[in-house]
């Protein structure tokens, strides 16, 4: 008696399955790219609403950031009889709170300066000799216009930088390595070395004469003591520094600190921000879906088309997984055609617009990678369903069709 044996379908390697996939690309190859070209107008229309949008935030972002927003006075109350005294160390102890970047101090010596020694004591042109740290330009984001600001060389000798209305009240108005200017401080002579531009943060500054720390104590009596310090830390935690920074510099007495409230452009960037995050999500979400759906359209439609192919496949002995697999494979493999030249596509139109614009680029590259997996996911969900009905398909009505 002869035993029948049973015939199982093929099993067919990952590479047979991509194979069988290109196959519907190879042969309408107009169609599959109009297809992928649904999909890349839905990526690069993600990128570019994430990109352009990004690339404007980053330019308002560093115009809002020169307005210091996380930038902090801190002062003793005056008119305070006896007088509030910080410590000399009161910087170092500043510095040591963890989400503090920068500190910087300055003191008034309680002397005058005068464009020479003829001009009496007492006319002082309303200007103020502060004793001032080296690091104190970055904390405040001034810069200098003519000459430059102490470092450590110059601040241990008799060297002075004059804010931009101290300049013009003394009548200098640049500086030249062959024509030093000299003012009188108190009763020595010091050598002007700088000049400041306008310090928006710190207008203060602008009347004030600058000498070096160590300049001060040596030759105005300076005992060390900081009247004034600045104080820049990470913007989320700009409120948790302010409540510290008066009982870090005064323990005994903290209500006689003052401490200058957060800049209002703070609350502009974390609005901004919030507002953005938004944005981007909801077009985002929406170009994908409107890529998903012209995937879909075109595998059904692919699906009606090449009946006859199914139903041979299946005469053949291809088996229904086989089927999902090919119509599958080439969903997922459009969308990621269509997603890597929708990223080239975004994240070109992004930079040039955005260098068009004087804006700094932002190539969003998570957006770009998630834009990619995305395509890749829409192509799998959008070609679940063509997939599956092409392999319900009987033979007999496959190949039946006209």
């Known amino acids: 008696m002869t035993r029948r044996r049973s015939i199982a379908p093929v099993r067919l390697a990952p590479g047979d399955i991509l194979r069988l996939g290109l196959i519907g690309i190879r042969t309408h190859k107009l169609r599959a790219a109009l297809s992928a070209l649904g999909i890349s107008i839905g990526i690069a229309t993600l990128v570019l609403v ?9 330019a308002l972002m560093e115009e809002l ?7 902090l006075r801190a002062e003793p109350v005056r008119d305070r009889d006896p007088p509030v005294l910080l410590e000399p160390g009161a910087v170092g102890a500043v ?18 300066i005068r464009r020479s020694d003829r001009v009496p004591e007492s006319d002082g042109a309303g200007l103020s000799v502060l004793a001032a740290r080296t690091d104190l330009l970055p904390t405040v984001h001034a810069r200098v216009a003519s000459g430059r600001f102490l470092d450590r060389g110059t601040a241990r000798f008799p060297t002075v930088v004059l804010g931009h209305r101290a300049a013009q009240r003394l009548g200098v ?11 009188a401080v108190g009763d020595t002579w010091f050598t002007v070395i700088g000049i400041l531009a306008p310090v928006p943060l710190a207008t203060d500054l602008d009347s004030t004469a600058l000498v070096g720390w160590d300049a001060a104590r040596d030759r105005l009596g300076f005992d060390g003591r900081p009247t ?33 409230r957060p800049s209002d452009a703070l609350a502009a960037k974390r609005a901004t921000e919030s507002t953005f995050s938004a944005l ?13 759906i012209g995937v879909a359209n075109t595998m059904v439609i692919s699906v009606l088309e090449r009946r006859r192919e199914i139903g041979l496949r299946q005469a053949l002995g291809a088996s229904r997984g086989q089927i999902r697999a090919q119509f599958l494979t080439e969903s997922v493999v459009l969308s990621g055609l269509g997603g890597v030249a929708g990223g080239v596509i ?6 040039g617009y955005a260098l068009w614009r004087g804006w700094p680029p932002v190539i969003p590259l998570d957006a770009t990678g998630a834009g990619f997996g995305s395509a890749l996911l829409v192509g799998m969900a959008a070609g679940v369903y063509p997939s599956i009905r092409a392999a319900r398909l009987p033979p007999t009505e496959a190949l039946a069709t006209p």
Not at 50 to 58: E, F, H, T, V
Not at 229 to 249: G, M, Q
Not at 280 to 292: D, E, H, S, Y
Request: charged share 15%; aromatic share 4%; net charge positive.
């Open 173 to 183: 108005s640049e500086i030249r390595a062959d024509r030093p200017v000299q003012v």
């Open 228 to 260: 004034a310090i600045y104080v820049k830390a990470d913007e989320n935690r700009l409120e948790a520094v302010r409540n510290v920074l008066a009982p870090t510099l005064y323990p005994q007495a903290p209500g006689l600190v003052n401490v200058s």
């Open 65 to 71: 950031s020169a307005l210091g927003p996380n930038l």
């Open 50 to 58: 994430i990109g352009i949008p990004a690339s404007s935030q980053r």
């Open 346 to 351: 975004g994240t070109t139109a992004t930079l």
């Open 280 to 292: 981007f999500l909801g077009l985002g979400a929406v170009a994908l879906l409107v890529g998903g």
């Open 95 to 112: 510095r040591r709170i963890g989400p503090v970047t920068d500190v910087s101090a300055v003191a008034n010596t309680h002397v005058r």
